[in-house]
């Protein structure tokens, strides 16, 4: 059975504002809608890398209509790249005041390491930790936090800033976590970026518009891709094989397959190879006889990587966002989750998916049976498609 093809259609705006999201007529309960030009908003999204990119529309949108604002946000320490480019030289966690390229959104940027508090919740340097974010975020003098995670560890670092208001979505994540949100916000929306628009809009009554994410420039970063493209060598192809866990992985050899394609008309293939990908990349390489390029960037480098890129290819994982997030064209080669609510947004896409396949999230190590069913010659030809439209 062959895959079917998911468009983007309205979703396919290459530059300036995203589409609207439909507002409804009472959004939240117990609304207190007053806010001042000295308003200052935490913003909770703690991981993992594509659900911070998608949570980016919704804060770059409240920073563009509130560019006076003091907006926080607290991550997991490996995804701040994410919001902030590393000092230069910096060993530590860089400081910097007011916002710039190096981070242009939010003001400041706690850190909270809740899978290392998980693996040890009553040593000493977790509960040291932990109360030195709880001093932290009450120092901030917030008048409001907005948990766009809806998990019971993300709401309770909400509550923990002190702030009268804490908004969340009506039906969050985990459902407990609904109780420790002051407002809850009925979200009507098909994909998550629409709903986390929908949230933010609670937190000052504005008719927010999905605005494309602006993500660091970290100078560093952008020498090094420099180096590693040289001069000519054909436009870049990013491919990510890796996936957060098994069911999502569509097969290596299938992506070497489509690298060598790629390299066949004249591209140059990039292979990302992610923490524990390692493998995954090299039977990519070795798949497609030495036509592509495995390369291992910090998250910074693949940044400023994507933004080179002509084309990204791969499943549901946080790089494949991030390339739709900078506005690159997107092969997406969707099994068990869901493109409706975590596919491509904001770029030209081609997502592949077979109706054999039903959501489900559980973790399995196996590559999910619907997911199988996809063929190399069909991600190639999207690959194509999109490729052509292009050069146009």
Partial sequence: ????????????????????????????????????????????????????????????????????????????????????????????????????????????????????????????????????????????????????????????????????????????????????FTERVATRGKHVIEQDVEVARAVA?????????????????????????GAGGGAVVLMNPGAGWGAKRWPPERYGAVARGLAERGMRVLVNRGPGEEELAEVVVRACAGGAQAVAPTLGQLIALTRRAALAVGGDSGPLHLACALGVPVVGIYGPTDPTRNGPFGTRARVLRSPLSRRDHTRRAAP???????APEEALRAAGELLDAGMA
């Fill in 1 to 180: 059975m062959r895959a079917t093809w998911v468009r983007a259609e309205a979703r396919t705006l290459q530059s300036g504002p995203l589409p609207v999201v439909p507002q409804a007529a009472a959004l939240c309960e117990n609304r207190c809608l007053h806010t001042e030009r000295n308003y200052r908003l935490l913003v909770v999204r703690l991981g993992a890398m594509g659900d911070i990119l998608h949570a980016l529309p919704a804060v770059t949108a409240l920073r563009r209509a509130h560019p006076e604002w003091r907006i926080d946000w607290v991550v997991e320490p490996r995804w701040r790249e994410l919001l902030e480019a590393p000092a230069i030289g910096d060993q530590g966690s860089p400081v910097r005041s007011g916002r710039g390229l190096w981070r242009p959104v939010v003001d400041g940027i706690f850190v909270a390491a809740v899978k290392e508090w998980g693996r040890r919740p009553l040593s000493g340097k977790t509960l040291g930790e932990i109360r030195e974010l709880r001093r932290a975020l009450r120092a901030g003098g917030y008048d409001a936090a907005i948990d766009f995670q809806g998990a019971v560890r993300s709401a309770a670092i909400a509550r923990m800033a002190g702030a009268r208001r804490v908004v969340g979505e009506a039906e969050p994540r985990e459902w407990v976590a609904r109780w420790l």
């Fill in 205 to 229: 009554g504005d008719g927010l518009e999905c605005e494309r994410p602006l993500l660091p420039v970290d100078p560093e970063a952008e020498r090094w891709c420099d180096g590693l493209l």
């Fill in 368 to 374: 999910e049976a619907g997911l199988l069913t996809i």
